[in-house]
């Protein structure tokens, strides 16, 4: 579901922070439901368990929160008119995760 080169720049953020560094990161990716209000901001994923990203995520309820997900799962998700998440192939983060997450907390929804 992610680009190869999507997918090492967010094994590269996960190793750094499995190494202890606490960083910020911008979001390398950002999932949508192109019938929905759901969308997912990944910024790493665990280089010990490469199916699990770690990011903003709003499953369109309006209580957007930021925690782990398991991208084979996103990868099976259908919509409500049997479509498949996508991936925007157009975002590029202009902030940090906590700037993303704070900015959802006070609209209720993720926008980017």
Avoid at 1 to 14: D, H, K, R, T, Y
Avoid at 41 to 46: A, D, P
Avoid at 51 to 77: M, R
Wanted: charged share 25%; with cysteine; net charge neutral.
């Amino acid at each position: 579901m992610i680009p190869p080169v999507l997918l090492s720049e967010l094994l590269a953020n996960g190793s750094a922070t499995a190494r202890g560094r606490e960083l910020d990161h911008r979001p390398v990716v950002k999932i949508f439901d192109p019938n929905g209000a759901s969308t997912w901001l990944l910024t790493e994923v665990s280089p010990a368990n490469p199916k699990i990203a770690f990011g903003l995520c709003d499953t369109g309820q309006g209580c957007p929160e930021l925690g782990y997900v398991d991208l084979s799962e996103l990868a099976y998700v259908r919509t409500a008119m049997g479509l498949r998440l996508e991936v925007d192939r157009h975002f590029r983060a202009t902030k940090p995760l906590s700037e993303y997450a704070a900015d959802a907390r006070r609209r209720g929804r993720i926008v980017a």
